[in-house]
């Protein structure tokens, strides 16, 4: 039959040494302890690790969050891990909110470790923990440890064999704190520590977790007199008082010291009194905020415990009421009920300080001098960070698996060049436009164009009977004037039509019977330019009256001298006048 205590069944102790001693050194490292020790068969561990037990509070009490919301919130957390220094500097208000929402369990380890330094920590004394690890330690603090190592959460997977992986790597990282504060050694407050922190991160990142929380969150806790406790217990008194007078007076009617009830809760920082979905929501304020949320948490438990007469009235007495305060109401422990209350705590880390002074000066007036000394109280992430800022470097995430995946970028560089390599070689090279004359061009064009060229296939020109010699020199584009008695003008060259073959290589005089322009027509202005002479006379044919009422429609041959062949069609041109221009000659 189940036995309870503190409202919890109990578990038999017998099922956890099922295995002796001798058989557990000869376990070889592969699975679980809880497989090695045979729990899988019979109970299953829940998702805290826990194989039923001390912590049964944690599914009962835990929140679930929807399974889209977690993944939102681990994509910011991403982000804000990847840029920790600017969040922490500018927009550290957000930090904390997203804390106190609570941390995604995939990246809460790493979280952790960067909130509490420890990432800088270990990044600025690269090997020093392999370095206090491969030391033999102080024999005294070794045979404590190794006493308390099965008493930390012997339910939880990790810990439930002796000498199992967690057991090991708890005692390498107590006796390296040992060996990293001598003065200090070793406290069994300690274990529960960095055994939470072991959960949730390897051991030398456990390691520089529990430095950061020994030394700026809670200094002195763990030294030699537990002074520092002692005055956090008045402390924990005087802020009863505002936040609870009922409370605050019965137990003071009572003297009832706060060293009795609040010590396993501020040195252990509720890991062995809260259900654990509450012990990690604690956490993540408390790495975030410092202090204060621990204080807060106590005052939470004492006012929802101590705070209404109708409770009071069953703990009449100093017995009653340690009873009443080591079995709290698993209802006020609930992880939604504790974090609104602990947020609606009027309690700041300036009215922290301010007591602490407080109550340093009674210790003086009183006691005498604190034999321990420890150094300044850290309030929260922020101040740490700012007392000790980090370089770049010390921020960076080293992933532990590094996967070797060719490099896309470089081959969509090397398909962008192919392809236009591609188009550069499909391109044509844009040919030289062939410049052609206007065959209709206005009366105010330049003489060069021709206005009114030939149709090709009207009265090409016939062949001449005696054609005169080839000239060795090309002639003149342009002829003489005709005499002043014959008003003839100078024709202008049209040029042939692009689709009929070029000429022969000498070209016979114009026909004596072509029809040529009226005399009655006046000439063109002269050129600017003299024409060349030529080489030889052409015939001048008298005009026709039948040519004289046709001359706006009548065309001149091409001149006689024309180059040779090896001028291009396009440069072979005639010569003809508009009526108008002939007027104008007239």
Known sequence: MAKTENGRPSVDMGSIRTLNSSHMEDESSLGSDSEINGFTSERQADRYGFIGGAQQYSEESAQDVPPEVLRQREVKWLDMLSHWDKWMIKRFNKVRLRCQKGIPPALRGRAWLYLSGGKVKREQNQGKFQELDSQPGDPKWLDVIEKDLHRQFPFHEMFVSRGGHGQQDLFRVLKAYTLYRPEEGYCQAQAPIAAVLLMHMPAEDAFWGLVQICEKYLPGYYSPGLEAIQLDGEILFALLRRVSPLAFRHLEKYKIDPILYMTEWFMCAFSRTLPWASVLR?????????????????????????????????????????????????????????????????????????????????????????????????????????????????????????????????????????????????????????????????????????????????????????????????????????????????????????????????????????????????????????????????????????????????????????????????????????????????
């Not at 993540?284 to 705070?307: A, E, N, P, S």
């Not at 100093?318 to 009443?324: D, I, N, S, V």
């Not at 609104?340 to 880390?349: G, K, M, N, Q, Y």
């Open 282 to 586: 604690v956490w993540d304020m408390f790495l975030c905020d410092g202090v204060k949320i621990i204080f807060r948490v106590g005052l939470v438990l004492l006012k929802c415990t101590l705070g209404t007469r109708e409770k009071l009235k069953t703990c009449q007495g100093l017995y009653e009421t340690m009873e009443l305060l080591r079995a709290i109401d698993p209802r006020y422990m609930q992880e939604g009920f504790l974090v609104r209350e602990i947020l609606e705590v009027p309690v700041t880390a300036r009215d922290v300080e301010k007591e602490h002074h407080t109550q340093v000066k009674r210790w003086k007036k009183n006691r005498g001098e604190l034999n321990f000394k420890p150094a300044p109280r850290m309030h929260g992430a922020r101040i740490i960070m700012l007392a000790e800022p980090p370089r770049r470097q010390d921020l960076q995430q080293n992933p532990t698996i590094v996967l070797e995946v060719p490099e896309p970028p470089q081959k969509l560089n090397k398909g962008k060049e192919e392809r236009k390599s591609k188009k550069k070689k499909s391109m044509k090279k844009p040919t030289a436009l062939e410049e052609i004359p206007n065959p209709y061009p206005l009366p105010t064009d330049p003489p060069s164009q021709s206005l009114n060229p030939p149709p090709p296939s009207l009265n090409p020109p016939p062949p001449s009977l005696n054609p005169p010699p080839p000239s060795l020199n090309p002639p003149s584009p342009s002829l003489n004037p005709p005499p002043p008695s014959l008003a003839t003008p100078p024709p202008t060259f049209d040029p042939p039509p692009p689709t009929f073959d070029p000429p022969p290589p000498t070209f016979d005089p114009p026909s004596p019977f072509l029809d040529l322009p009226s005399p009655s027509l006046a000439p063109p202005p002269p050129s600017s330019d003299p024409p060349s002479p030529p080489q030889y006379a052409s015939v001048t044919p008298e005009t026709s009256p039948e040519t004289e009422t046709n001359s706006n429609h009548q065309q001149s041959a091409p001149p006689t001298g024309l180059p040779a062949a090896k001028e291009s069609a396009l440069q072979q041109s005639t010569q003809s006048l508009s009526s108008s221009e002939q007027d104008t000659y007239l």
